[in-house]
């Protein structure tokens, strides 16, 4: 399934309240505070948030949210591809205030009139980021027996012939 990217200027109360789900994906650029943190995107983040409203007359949002994240190993500082999956519970909330009255499971999103879909997916992937990302295998004395993969750039294949060769051996 296609899907395009998680809308902007939402209002989640609204959504709530017509059990509504969003599915989207997110570029690097819509996504400013990974960049600031060195992270950058093996593939686009996809993000689903299914709204409702529970008994307390809450508006809850359900968030899950896959992320192909690429860090720096903080042990031999190569790069390094991190798959996430991530999801929460989150409960609209005007102030820290109503934030406090929320049930354990329930974290408080902290939202005015409107909301990014974007920041949320964001903020749900800098809290799943480990502080001090590694590979998970030994990498400082893998690399040792293995020479780094590079990866030959696409096109930089070599000519048959140049079409400069080709006039050099004319003029011989
Ligand atoms: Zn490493």
Same mark, same amino acid.
């Given at each position: 399934m296609k899907i395009g990217p998680l809308p902007k200027?939402?209002?989640?109360?609204? +959504?709530?309240?017509?059990?509504?789900? /969003?599915?989207?994906? &997110?570029? *690097?650029? &819509?996504?400013?505070?990974?960049?600031?943190a060195g992270i950058g995107l093996e593939q686009l983040v996809v993000g689903e948030f299914r709204f409702s409203r529970d008994e307390e007359a809450r508006y809850l949002v359900?968030?899950?949210?896959k992320a192909s994240?690429? +860090?720096?190993?903080?042990?031999? +500082?190569e790069k390094m591809v991190l798959p996430l999956t991530t999801g929460s519970r989150l409960a609209c909330v005007w102030s820290d205030s109503e934030a406090e009255t929320?049930?354990?499971g329930l974290e408080p999103l902290l939202v005015e009139e409107? &909301?990014?879909?974007?920041? *949320? &997916?964001?903020?749900? /992937?800098?809290?799943?980021?480990?502080?001090?990302?590694?590979?998970?295998?030994?990498? *400082?004395?893998?690399?040792?027996s293995y020479a780094p993969d590079e990866e030959p750039l696409l096109g930089a294949e070599p000519d048959k012939e140049s079409p400069f060769s080709v006039l050099e051996k004319l003029r011989t």
């Open positions: 200027d939402l209002d989640l109360r609204g +959504l709530a309240s017509r059990g509504v789900t /969003i599915q989207g994906t &997110a570029s *690097i650029e &819509a996504l400013p505070r990974l960049c600031e359900e968030t899950s949210v994240l690429t +860090l720096v190993c903080q042990r031999c +500082l929320l049930p354990s409107l &909301a990014d879909l974007n920041e *949320i &997916a964001e903020e749900e /992937i800098l809290l799943a980021v480990p502080v001090s990302p590694t590979h998970h295998e030994d990498c *400082i004395t893998e690399r040792r």
